[in-house]
């Protein structure tokens, strides 16, 4: 369903050139839940980057439920993230003079069969708060609302970037087990990406990135329940 | 160090300063010309006043020789004819007397003192052209001649005109001036003080390019073979009045005055005084108005600026640097930036005075004095603004940085609670999606939506009045004159077979209280239509009473079906309104011929105007008015008013398009992460700039929509006022097409704005939605 063809993306800034991702291989199948695990400037959010259409790579291929978007234009690469694809930062990024609900329908308004406002908010467990303001709302909550927003366009694959890198231990497993249950019920494919060594124990399969390239690749047949890890 | 990095933040904003900076040097600029080039004219023209002792009014008196007169005259005259006119022609000394009765008669009634004001049109031949010339009988004590170059005349061959007269047609002095064939040498320029002479026979005429006031010597002006005009001007003695207070007092004055015009009513001379003021008031107002919109503009980026840096100057706080010395660098940019240009729109101004102030010359026959500084309106022009701006950009940014070092670096979620926003958004509820979603994001930038209101609204009223304007002449004297077949006018036939053309009768008279000029058509005239708004025939409604102009029933408010009091010399008549006519060449009143003479002269063919759809033989009329030259002078008048238009609406162009400019630009900035956010969503191009940009596209029709009722009323009160105020008649109106042409402009500005903005918005990089937090 995803799949990654010696995908390399090199950053020029004068005349220094970094080589943020190096021939990556990778195949990630409908439905997984992947962590994309690595420190800081290890080449996973360029990873990312790529498999959502948001950058085009250097070299290399990828392709998503047999299209190849890298060879996309631009206009192709909009038409693409909007029916396919859903993210969930670490910011949350809602914006703060919508309520909840208008949140949400930020992402309806594009779709072609969205879900509905209240579905989704049911599914993150928010229903109640779909007339309140994002500053209302706890850091999780908000969380939740943005993995509602990304949701609500019924996507195949959800990139998630750090979506726990700004909440505390119990919030960011709140919102962690949302995503396993989609995932689960859904199967929609989780693809998400944190420098958290505890979460990867959460998921499917564990790919691992240091300096541009892929280090480690592994399935998890027994993912550890949520409440079991610690950060 | 911070310093450099302020240089270097505000470097990445060139354009955006420019803009701003532009609007601050407007500001200044405007107030500078202005109120220079009305205190050149102010400084010479009170003192000339007072020294050349302006009139404090003019009584016009009837054409007609009433009973009362000719009864206290009877020893020295003996009076064959009934008008002024033919008594000059038939007995100059008995002409002077009833003038001399009639001064003394006023003089013992009012506590006033009065002088007659003498004066004979004429023509000047030169070259092929023939221009029209007002010669005034030199005054003793009132409204005395001002000697502006040369000499004045001292014998019968010489001549002083008008300098801006002699300028626009080359003419110096020494040179000779041909008058009724005469040759006249020109000794001097000069000026009067009681400019409600009007030069021509309309008010509305104030080119110097074909006529002139001028003096010859008593002698001179007594040879010149033509009936002359008169009115008395007076000063008051010891309290002032007014036209009620006089006819209120003395209602049986009204057989002897025709008129009572206060100087500072009369559009040609007193205006001068509320158009100085008014200069004053309208320059500080305009400048104020842009100053406070560059200001705001100036604040928000301040704003923007300090608080996308938030986060360093919190580590900075943390460092231990204090506020002053964060906001220190801001400042000293803010106070250059904006000495720079206020110090570059105070010179322009200053360049540009002597324009301004020859356009109010142009207007008023006026001295002036040359262009010289002044302390207080440099202070005014530059450093209030200026300090203006440095005690805004002071609290904008001590608002900003007054709170901790960790709010810097992590600042709370900027809370939309406010009532306005919570009970805007509910009014956009029931809408759309996309609408609430655009209204609601300008609910969110109240500040800025405030300043791009007024100032959209500002510029697209600024150029509403410029073409508002631009009808002024066409309508008082070009609509006029289009609407009637008539080549030229005659006045005093000289001739003994019938006249070429068709007879009518042209007095001045009193209806009610209001001067008008009495116009009596025949039913069968062809020459001089006459009809209303709807286009249907009045001429047949003559017999049965008034037809009114438009404009006469501005000034005097009478409608249909109203009972009117007209008055003609001691003779006073009741009179029916029927209709109004729908022309403005100002206080016209029409009657029927027949019953107008019938009337008035008890003979049923009088008349004393002949209209004729060829060119009148000069030699067979006292005087002869071709309107062809006058559409000429209206045309060159025209060209004034034209360039003037195109000040204002490019003026007005100018301010919309930067302001529409910034703001659309810092609106871009202030949803910049949104913009990114949409774009990973998956948002079209053409849906983000339809979500950001579409409020501003939906209220920018809002604010056009608004501008339209706005100037239908203020000109209909300007109008009302100048009616009211100065018997002048500013037909001031909007044009369906100009409507639309300002729309065209606005929307191409817009477009431009938008552009830009698109552009930006097109930059507007994808992962920064993924790495940055918004508020």
Known sequence: MIELKRASKDYQSGTIVTKALIDADLSIDKGEFVVILGPSGSGKSTMLNLMGGLDHPTQGKIVINDRTISDYDQKALIEFRRETVGFVFQEYNLLHALTVGENISVAAHISKHPDTVENVLKAVGLEEHIDKYPYQLSGGEQQRVSIARALIKRPTVLFCDEPTGSLDEEVAKNVLRVLKTLNRETKTTVVLITHNVAIAQIADRVIRLNSGKIIEDRHQDSPEDIGAIHF | MLRRHVIRTFKEKKVTLVLLGLVIMLSSFIYTAVHLGASAIEEATLPYFDAHVQEDFTIETPAVINPVETEALSDVCSFTSTMLTDLYQEDKTCFYDVLSWRRDALVDLLDVSLETRLYKDAQITRDDETHRVRVIKDSTFINRTKLTAGALPQTDDEIAILENYARNNNLEIGDTLTVLNNNYTITGFVLFPDYNLPILDHVYMFSTESQTLALMTDDGFDALARVPGFHFSGLFLTSRF????????????????????????????????????????????????????????VGLMVKKTVESNKRPFGILKALGLRNKELMWPYLQFLCLFSLLFLLLGYGLGYLFSPSFRDLYLLFYLLPSEPIAFSLSGFLTAVFVPLLVLMVMGYFVIKNLLDVDALKLIRPPVDVPGGKVFLMGKSLFRRFGFIIRFQFTFLLRHLAKVAVYIVGVFFAIYLSFLAVGMLNVFEETVHGYYDTLDITSIGYGYEGSAEPDGEKVIELPALIDDTQAIVIGLSEDQILHPLHDRRGDDLLPLLREGLVVSRSFQLMSGVNPGDTV???????????????????????????????????????????????????????????????????????????????????????????????????????????????????????????????????????????????????????????????????????????????????????????????????????????????????
């Open chain 2, 242 to 297: 007014d036209a009620a207070d006089l006819f209120e007092a003395h209602p049986e004055i009204g057989g002897l005055v025709q008129s009572f015009i206060l100087t500072e009513n009369n559009l040609r001379s007193g205006a001068i005084y509320d158009e100085i003021s008014g200069s004053y008031a309208t320059g500080l107002m305009l400048s104020v108005l842009i100053s406070g919109i560059g200001i705001v503009i």
């Open chain 2, 565 to 775: 009091q007209v008055r003609l010399g001691i003779e006073q008549h009741t009179f029916e309104v029927m209709a109004v006519a729908a022309i403005y060449p100002g206080e016209h009143v029409f009657i029927d011929r027949a019953v107008l003479a019938q009337t008035i002269f008890a003979d049923s063919d009088y008349y004393n105007a002949v209209y004729a759809d060829t060119l009148l033989d000069e030699a067979l009329y006292e005087e002869v008015f071709v309107v062809e030259t006058l559409l000429d002078e209206v045309a060159s008048m025209n060209e004034i008013v034209q360039t003037m238009f195109y000040l204002i609406v490019g003026t007005g162009l100018v301010i919309g398009l930067i302001i529409i400019y910034l703001l659309t630009l810092l609106m871009v900035e202030d949803h910049y992460y949104n913009i990114a956010l949409f774009k990973v969503i998956g948002y079209r191009g053409k849906e983000i700039h339809k979500l950001i940009l579409g409020g501003y596209q939906k209220l920018n029709v809002g604010i056009f929509l608004l501008v339209i009722p706005f100037a239908l009323l203020t000109f209909n009160v300007m109008q009302w006022y100048f009616a009211q105020t100065y018997q002048f008649i500013l037909p001031m109106r909007l044009q369906v097409s100009h409507v639309f042409l300002i729309a065209v402009l606005y929307g191409i500005i817009f477009m431009v704005a938008s552009l830009h903005a698109k552009h930006k918005v097109n930059t507007v990089s994808l992962s920064a939605a993924l790495k940055i937090y918004q508020v």
